[in-house]
């Protein structure tokens, strides 16, 4: 190899760090936006939900029964239509509403790790 092709490979291979690199920051941000860990209410599996403050076995398997009966929740007050979420247990959930209409709630601190992330796809785009 001539040092042409050095410099070339070289440079090629600068580029690819670099794209990895950033690619690493914007997942980083998609996946908690500014740190914060989502649980998303319409799509978490039962260990998922047993994240939530407040959450019990009996409330998560609830929360599942409902959205395969009803569908998916559309503000967070559809919440207190599910056995067993009682206005205590809603407030110690504090479901919010995301920017895209999605409804979640923070996890108890620590409790989601990264790999749980990584379980939870996308949503379909609303366009």
Do not use: W
């Not at 559309?74 to 895209?100: C, H, R």
């Amino acid at each position: 190899m001539n040092s042409r092709e050095n410099s070339k490979y070289l440079f090629l291979l600068f580029v690819s760090a670099l794209v990895l690199l950033m690619m690493g920051d914007v997942y980083a941000q998609h996946e908690g936006g500014l740190g914060t860990k989502k649980v998303h209410l319409n799509i978490a599996d039962k260990d998922q939900l047993m994240k939530i403050e407040g959450m019990t076995n009996d409330i998560a398997e609830s929360i599942l029964e409902y959205r395969e009966k009803t569908g998916f929740f559309k503000k967070p007050e559809d919440l207190l239509n599910v056995p067993g979420i009682t206005k205590d247990v809603y407030e110690k959930m504090n479901p919010q509403t995301g920017s895209e209409g999605d409804l979640f709630c923070v996890p108890i601190e620590g409790d989601l790790d990264e790999e749980d992330d990584e379980d939870i796809p996308l949503a379909p785009s609303k366009c």
